[in-house]
């Protein structure tokens, strides 16, 4: 064979090869060899809510939180009954509840009953603190703060608060609050504050509502024959980073005392108070009080000037007489009625 017939076979044979071996087509249609499915799935990845809040300290482990608020309950509720005796002279019984976890909305949500809710601040620990309690507990205490029956005796109701109620029941939420700053810090110059109480939760729905992992935390209260709870809602992220306190039953000098009687003046002098005037009327026996009728008319006591007594909360304040001013009755304060030095025992 000629040696350019030798080279012309191979010349082909080398051209086929390459022919076979490399398509221009599919080299032109052939995909990445990285996974485009893969990188577009790796870029849209979000990490778990609760994974993450857990990572930032804001979602805490169930077992472990309990065992904390547990920590807290045990010591506040010494601490509650020491205040609550040094400040009112009042006894309370209190001990550990339950403890719930939850979104701070599923907390509020829960809440159930005659109620007053009231938001506190411990200042360097957290202001996003809410208390509350059911108002039989609250009308009470008010009660016996005003100077009315012994707890053991009093009639347990549970019904809305009046305006005076609402304004004594904030003494109620500052002694809650002062037991929870000295039970979860030593600092006894920390500040704390508590807002004006309300009978209703917050509005989910306004912009300005912070919504967080929260415990709320209870404590049993006994108050005379009433048997109830006192509820403390937090931040989960404020019971996590908390080194409890356990030494806080400490009580409080006289001057502290003093200091908090002069608070309960300030709330009551401040309070609407609501006036009755009382005319006293000639006396009548029973037989005829129960034939009286429509249109029947029946004198005063007094002969001339009728003496009119004025009274509020059911207590005898003055002497007064009666007038009138055009179409409206009036009275006239003449003289203090019996003890002059009444306002101090009111």
Known sequence: MAD??????????????????????????????????????????????????QMIGELGNPTILKEKCHQILLPLAQVLMVLFKDKNNLTLEASAGNVVQGTRTELLQAIEG?????????????????????????????ECLMGGD????????????????????KVVFEIVNEALKATITRNPTI???????VATIPDIEDETYKEYHAVAFSLNVI??????????????????????????????????????TEKISKQVYASDIKLQANIGLERLRLNDIGRLQVGDVLRFADEGEPTVVLQANGKDLYNCSLGKAGNRYMVRVEEPFGDEDWMSNF
């Open 4 to 53: 350019e017939d030798v080279a012309d076979e191979v010349k082909d044979a080398v051209d086929g090869e390459t022919s076979s071996s490399v398509d221009p087509d599919a080299s032109t249609n052939s995909e990445p060899s990285t996974d485009a499915n893969s990188t577009e799935r790796s870029d849209n990845y979000e990490l778990d809510p609760e994974l993450l809040a």
């Open 114 to 142: 005659e109620y007053t809710y009231c938001e506190a601040e411990v200042k360097t620990w957290s202001n996003d603190i809410a208390i509350y309690c059911n108002n039989d507990l609250l009308i009470s205490v008010v």
């Open 150 to 169: 012994d707890p053991e005796n009093i009639e347990i109701i549970s019904r809305p608060l009046s305006n005076l109620e609402f304004d004594l029941s």
């Open 191 to 197: 500040e704390h504050k508590v807002e004006t109480p």
């Open 223 to 260: 108050f005379g024959k009433l048997t109830t709870t006192i509820t403390i809602i937090t931040p989960q992220s404020k019971i996590i980073k908390t080194d409890i306190n356990t030494n806080a039953g400490r009580r409080r000098k006289s001057d502290e005392q003093s200091e908090w």
